[in-house]
């Protein structure tokens, strides 16, 4: 059955769109079928696209609009995993998303901003899962933290803070690595122009925890 995956928070630039391309990438190179709908006004993933590109195989649509559930229904006919991209603010798209998701992923930076924002997130899937649609089969969530500075007590802060007050978030976190703002610009990410390095491995690690939550 097809796993659909939103990165949602409402705050903004915490690092949704380099977390979907990155597990689509991912996927991808492992022959997964993976499809990416970008939900996101800005467009973010949809402009860098290649479609001549490495990942030309792979289904890319374009979905701001409220219709996104029935575009996730659409590609669940050909894809085994949909990740959905959303924009850095509440709106009626990702509310959309959220309730045709399995599993949302609340990626946050370790500052103030980033933890209200990605609260406030969790809480909207609260509301979201005592709505009939979902309250018998519950949207889960994970928090991920991302650009992490490795060993700094900020980012073990902020997870120990989460965990004590029951959160739920990936033991894996996206470490700060120059190599995603570089693979984006072609629109890829480091499992795809660069599988050995230590971003990628990052990614891997990040996949074996979501892999065990589906
Ligand atoms: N782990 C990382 N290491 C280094 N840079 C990163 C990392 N994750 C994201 N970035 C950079 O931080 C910026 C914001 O990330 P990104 O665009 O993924 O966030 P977003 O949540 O999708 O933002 P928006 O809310 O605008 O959609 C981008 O320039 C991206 O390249
Ligand atoms: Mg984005």
Redesign the pocket.
């Known amino acids: 059955m097809t796993k659909v995956i939103t ?1 949602a ?1 409402s ?11 990155s597990l689509a990438c991912h996927w991808y190179n492992l022959g997964i079928k993976v499809g990416v709908i970008d939900a ?1 006004p ?1 467009g ?1 993933i949809i402009t860098r696209h290649n479609p001549e590109g490495l990942l030309k195989d792979m289904p890319i649509i374009a979905q701001p609009e409220e219709t996104v559930n029935d575009t996730i229904e659409e590609m669940k006919r050909s894809c085994s995993i949909i990740l959905v ?5 509440r709106n009626r798209t990702t509310i959309k998303a959220l309730i045709a998701t399995d599993i949302a992923l609340i ?1 946050l930076k370790p500052s103030a901003d980033d933890v209200a924002g990605a609260l406030e997130t969790y809480d909207l899937i609260k509301e979201l899962n005592e709505t009939p649609e979902r309250v018998n089969n519950h949207i889960k969530y994970r928090m991920v933290l ?3 500075q490795q060993g700094t007590v900020i980012s073990r802060h902020v997870r120990e803070e989460l965990k004590s007050m029951g959160y739920s978030l990936l033991e894996n976190e ?8 570089e693979a ?1 610009i072609q629109g890829l990410s480091p499992s795809l122009t660069d599988p050995e390095s230590p ?1 990628a491995r ?1 990614i891997s690690r990040v996949v074996g925890e979501i892999n065990n939550l589906v």
Do not use: C, E, N
């Not at 705050?11 to 391309?21: D, E, M, N, Q, V």
């Not at 991209?85 to 603010?89: P, R």
């Not at 996206?174 to 703002?181: E, I, N, S």
């Open positions: 990165l928070t705050k903004g630039g915490a690092g949704k769109t380099t977390l979907a391309r996101d800005q973010s991209d959303t924009g850095g603010f990626p991302t650009m992490t996206l470490y700060h690595r120059v190599a995603y703002p984006a971003a990052d």
